[in-house]
């Protein structure tokens, strides 16, 4: 047998004629192109996509309800204040931008959104004007504007905001300036999750710009080398990007279809360009999160940190799990689960290992409804076991709402796809009986 690599698979196609193109061409692509590959068509369902868990909450995460909408009696005493400081000072004049941000959280706080995004973005346009475009006194009334957009639902001015925060940072900082890591991994995992809400695969460059960017920032030569902290957060970002790719459909390639007949090649070449990229990632993609997570491991036993050689065991046995292998997983789990007993830390042992966890694990393919639409999920009991591979058995669910038996239907069909982070006694993979949880399906 032999691994069809993709230029003697086109070969063989021109040179054949057109009526065994077909069943040639789809015998071949079942083959790996490379041995350390692995067909993302095969990956199990994963958790946070089409089911959750329900003890989850419906909204982001850190942030509180919005206040109903009160009276606001001071509203004209705060407008007098503006308009005296422009009157004493000019419409630009120094002082005013931190009256108007403290109108706005007066607005906030009576529940006057309107008012106060106004005040906020008038305070950052001044405050621009007085101290320039990239002036750190324009964060406080940024910081308090994405509060807002989000807790109303507005993503697309909260990412507005989100990028330029992003583009602070990189005029203020280095490159591998903790600061400027840390937000490039908010921002990229910010873009990363609102992908989730509205994937589109015909249109990759987003989520494939998202690749591009963590791999600008974990190049490394002999000037600059990162800290460890600041290479596992990348590496992280780096893991849930491709979890994302892994299983999202780009469809066949380009060249493919024209040999299958479907249609003339787009007049499009960029996204052409974009879609052959994405592809070839998403090949590469368990590779690249081997690799990523082996470098990581390997830092942190150089710099002889237990805690981070067992949080990236972990990761590296869920991604060898995720990817068909528990073999391969349970060194990394057992490592994991002995460098935490070496550390005394039974209480992360408890957290991470002591009941089976939905992979990929931390949530992280669920992205919250927004409060504006919510997502109309129906709540679904469910009762099986989980073998010592982490392969769900034995699935029965129950809707919580008898009204809702498809969405039941389709959990027992989701969760038997499934794959779980299984439970570990003494460092080792076993099987867990009648587990219990409740679901919500959209």
């Known amino acids: 047998m032999f691994a069809a690599g993709p230029g003697i698979l086109k070969r063989m196609i021109r040179l054949l004629r057109p009526t065994v193109i077909t069943g040639l061409l789809l015998a071949l692509l079942i083959v790996p ?27 982001l995460p850190g942030l509180e309800p919005l206040p109903p909408r009160q009276s606001a009696p001071e509203t004209e005493a705060w407008k007098q204040r503006i308009r005296e400081a422009e009157y004493a000072n000019g419409p630009y004049g120094q002082g005013i931008a931190e009256t108007l941000l403290d109108a706005a959280n007066y607005f906030a706080s009576r529940g ?27 964060l406080p009334a940024l910081s308090s504007q994405l509060d807002m957009h989000l807790r109303l639902g507005d993503f ?17 900082y280095e490159p591998g300036d903790p600061e400027l890591v840390a937000a490039a991994v908010d921002w990229i ?48 970002a780096q893991i849930n990007v491709l979890y994302v790719v892994g299983t999202e459909d780009f469809g066949i390639d380009r060249e493919t279809e024209m040999m299958l007949g479907r249609g003339p090649a787009s007049a499009d070449a960029a996204l052409d360009i974009d879609r052959a990229q994405i592809q070839a990632l998403q090949d590469a ?17 150089e710099a002889g ?20 292998s528990s073999r391969r997983a349970a060194p990394h789990y057992r490592d994991s689960w002995h460098q935490l007993q070496a550390l005394s830390l039974p209480e992360l042992q408890q957290e991470w290992y002591a009941s089976p966890m939905e992979l990929p694990a931390d ?44 969405q039941a239907i389709r959990l027992t069909r989701l969760l038997r796809d499934s794959r779980f982070r299984p439970r570990l006694e003494a460092g080792e993979m076993v099987v867990t009986r009648s587990l219990e949880r409740e679901y919500r399906v959209p």
């Open 189 to 236: 995992e910010w873009r990363r999750q609102q992908w989730l809400r509205a994937p589109n695969p015909e249109q990759p460059r987003d989520l494939l710009s998202l690749w591009r960017e963590l791999d600008r920032h974990t190049r490394e030569d002999e000037s600059r080398v990162l800290g460890l902290s600041e290479l596992a957060a990348l590496t992280y």
């Open 363 to 406: 949530n992280v393919m669920w992205v919250p409804p927004s409060p504006l639409e919510g997502d109309g999920s129906a709540r679904v009991l469910a009762r099986f076991d989980v073998d010592e591979r982490g392969r769900p058995r034995g699935v029965e669910t129950e809707p919580v709402d008898p009204e809702r038996d498809a």
């Open 305 to 324: 940190d237990g805690l981070e050689q067992a949080r990236a065991n972990r990761a590296l046995g869920d991604w060898y799990l995720w990817h068909g």
């Open 33 to 59: 192109q490379h041995a350390d590959a692995r067909d993302h068509r095969s990956l199990p369902s994963p958790h946070g996509e089409r089911f959750y868990a329900a003890t989850l909450p419906q909204t």
């Open 112 to 138: 006057d959104y309107l008012s106060a995004l106004a005040h906020w973005r008038r305070s950052v346009h001044l405050v621009r004007v007085n101290e320039g475009l990239y002036s750190p006194l324009q």
């Open 156 to 172: 697309e001015s909260a990412g507005e905001v989100k990028s330029y925060l992003y583009f602070l940072a990189r005029r203020h």
């Open 285 to 301: 993609a368990y590779a690249r999160g081997r690799q990523r997570l082996e470098l990581l491991l390997e830092r942190a036993a």
